[in-house]
């Protein structure tokens, strides 16, 4: 008897090493929270426990030499992801959309969420307190297991429900954009910075 893999759902994990370049974007983000008062406002109306550039800012990479230098990057590890992944994109690279700041206070989170009209989507870990929570990947399948019982306990990650991963600063998540995914509550002291994107 053996038992095969089916329908698995890639994620990929990659490390920006330049030290000087997490500085500059760290700083920039830091700016970004205390220039941009559309984003602040953006944040406090829809409760965002800290602050988000998601909804005010779409021109970073043309805007700081941090934020371009890290879209150059972030198009070679969306090639490689497509790649790995199988996905025919028809001779094309995929094409970096749109690209956003997070700084999430102590306490926030960020519920379950898709990023529709997109293929890839990914976060880049800029700085990480201790304690300050992973980023939780859900079964796309959850929704139909109807009386399927639960995993147990030493269940492989491919095999559960739910998988938690957690980051550090440099590290580099990117998946499908259809993968449903949440950042669990933030029990560090500090603020944890970030830097999301969806490739189209």
């Given at each position: 008897m053996a038992i095969q893999r089916l329908f698995p759902t890639p994620l990929w994990q990659g490390r920006l090493d330049d030290a000087a370049l997490l500085a500059?974007?760290?700083?920039?983000?830091?700016?970004?929270?205390?220039?941009?008062?559309a984003g602040r406002r953006w944040s406090r109306d829809n409760r965002y426990r800290g602050y988000t550039s998601y909804a005010s800012l779409n021109d970073?990479?043309?805007?700081?030499?941090?934020?371009?230098?890290?879209?150059?990057?972030?198009?070679?590890?969306?090639?490689?992801?497509?790649?790995?992944?199988?996905?025919d994109l028809a001779r094309r690279k995929p094409k970096l959309d749109s690209l956003w700041v997070n700084?999430?206070?102590?306490?926030?989170?960020?519920s379950g969420h898709i990023h529709p009209h997109s293929i890839i989507s990914g976060t880049l870990y800029v700085?990480?307190?201790?304690?300050?929570?992973?980023?939780?990947f859900e079964d796309p399948r959850l929704p139909m297991l109807m009386n399927s019982p639960p995993r147990s306990a030493d269940a492989p990650a491919e095999s559960r429900n739910f998988v938690h991963v957690e980051p550090a600063a440099g590290d580099l998540l990117l998946w499908e954009s259809w993968l449903r995914h949440e950042v669990m509550p933030s029990a560090a002291k500090a603020e944890r910075i970030s830097i999301s994107f969806n490739f189209a």
């Open positions: 500059d974007l760290a700083h920039s983000c830091r700016t970004l929270a205390e220039d941009d008062s970073l990479p043309s805007r700081d030499p941090a934020f371009g230098d890290l879209a150059r990057w972030l198009v070679k590890q969306a090639s490689g992801f497509a790649a790995a992944a199988h996905l700084v999430l206070k102590p306490g926030g989170g960020h700085e990480v307190p201790a304690g300050a929570g992973s980023i939780r």
